[in-house]
């Protein structure tokens, strides 16, 4: 299957080679120079916390930066990728740190294909053109350097080498820094698969590294305390797409979303178990659980479930993958929604060169009925449906698997 999907993107490729594989490099750009002449949102936050501490301030009270309202809530060891760009003007470091993500997430769909097979053809125009992808590129966010750590992490845990256990714990703390919730469903995998020294080590060590920065735990009770003055507001918070924020918000009911959480959370992990000595599969499920089994998930952090779809799209067929690849890039940014129109128009058009017209149409009459209700300034109803949008993609990535598994298990009984 992925053989017969490279063959026809390398036909389409060589019929126009601009459409297919220039013209993504060229939107990257386009994102980059549009994104960092706006006001630094995000990454302004990180900035600002890497200049407090290299001058001997408290990384965590911010102070003069364009984002006020949101705390830095990252754990103290990521201040050494902070400060490290914090010696850059804030323009000049958001541009530079928004390149390098974008480099790193072309890299991780070359390892992609190295590693799993998966055409660059297919990864490179479906990550760029994917809502979550540019959220990361235009709010300076860090999560293409958490996906590539969690994929090479991945990666050198099912080799099974131990003497790669200092790299392994090196990556583990990328994550752990970056973006901590992302590690859970790795710590998970981790647990079934018994891999207990790397399970107990990576946040020994982690907690080792926080606690060394942390004169008195000074910065620790400061993290902790940024922590919980957001997560008072977690549950209810619009851009929340998390499972448990999304049942509680459209139902009321914290109870019921709690069970929610628990049964969709145990079907993925027992999935994961059932499959976790096949590696496509368990990276998978490994990614779906790093966003399921947190509280708090924004926009930008489905860009983990987008490479584990990646890494088993071959399965899916050609049809399906472009038609789900649309779903998460369709007319999501409802205060762009002129723009997100022109992609999907060049994408379904020009780009794929089949008949997914009418997929593209539909999502983008969603993404219009969701800034319809922003117009209106229902912004409650808008966000809640905006949100829900990335759970309903996830969780039909989840069915679509399971349904084409259990026909290759019936195809395989039916040859015996």
Not at 289 to 314: C, N, R, T, W
């Amino acid at each position: 299957m992925a053989a017969r999907i490279e063959g026809n993107l390398k036909k389409i490729l060589l019929q126009n080679k601009f459409q297919i594989y220039i013209f993504p490099f060229v939107l990257i750009a386009l994102y980059l120079g549009y994104y960092s002449a706006q006001r630094q949102v995000d990454f302004a936050v990180f900035w600002t916390a890497g200049q407090n501490w290299n001058e001997k301030r408290n990384p965590y009270e911010l102070l003069n930066q364009s984002n006020p309202g949101h705390p830095y809530v990252n754990a103290p060891s990521a201040l050494f990728l902070f400060s490290v760009l914090a010696r850059l003007d804030l323009e000049v470091a958001a541009l530079v740190f928004r390149a390098i993500s974008a480099a790193l997430g072309i890299l991780l769909c070359f390892v992609i294909q190295k590693r799993m097979h998966i055409p660059v053809l297919f990864t490179v125009p479906v990550l760029v053109f994917s809502v979550p992808f540019r959220v990361t590129i235009g709010s300076g966010q860090v999560g293409l350097v958490v996906c590539l750590s969690f994929f090479l992490l991945f990666l050198l845990e099912t080799r099974g080498t131990k003497i790669e256990l200092l790299q392994k714990i090196f990556l583990g703390l990328v994550v752990l820094s970056l973006k901590p919730y992302m590690f859970l469903g790795f710590m998970v995998f981790l647990f079934l698969k018994r891999s207990f020294s790397l399970l107990l080590l990576t946040p020994f060590v982690f907690l080792l590294i926080n606690s060394l920065m942390s004169p008195n735990f000074f910065y620790i009770r400061e993290w902790i305390s940024n922590l919980r003055s957001l997560g008072s507001v977690t549950l209810s918070e619009a851009n929340n797409s998390s499972i448990i924020a999304i049942t509680n918000r459209f139902t009321g009911s914290v109870v019921f979303a709690l069970v929610c959480y628990i049964a969709i959370n145990s079907f993925l992990i027992f999935k994961l178990w059932m499959n976790i000595h096949q590696t496509k599969i368990a990276i998978f499920y490994t990614t779906i659980l790093a966003i399921e089994l947190s509280p708090y998930v924004h926009h930008q952090d489905y860009l983990l479930p987008l490479f584990g779809f990646f890494i088993i799209s071959s399965e899916f067929g050609s049809k399906v993958s472009k038609t789900l690849s649309i779903w998460l890039g369709v007319g999501l940014q409802f205060n762009s929604l002129q723009i997100q129109a022109l992609i999907e128009a060049y994408r379904t058009v020009f780009f794929w060169r089949e008949k997914m017209f009418g997929y593209s149409m539909f999502f983008l009459a969603l993404g219009g009925l969701i800034a319809h209700q922003w117009s209106l300034g229902n912004l409650e109803t808008a966000f809640a449906l905006y949100d829900a949008t990335y759970q309903f993609w996830v969780l039909s990535l989840i069915a679509i698997q399971i349904i084409i598994s259990r026909r290759a298990r019936d195809k395989d009984l039916t040859r015996q």
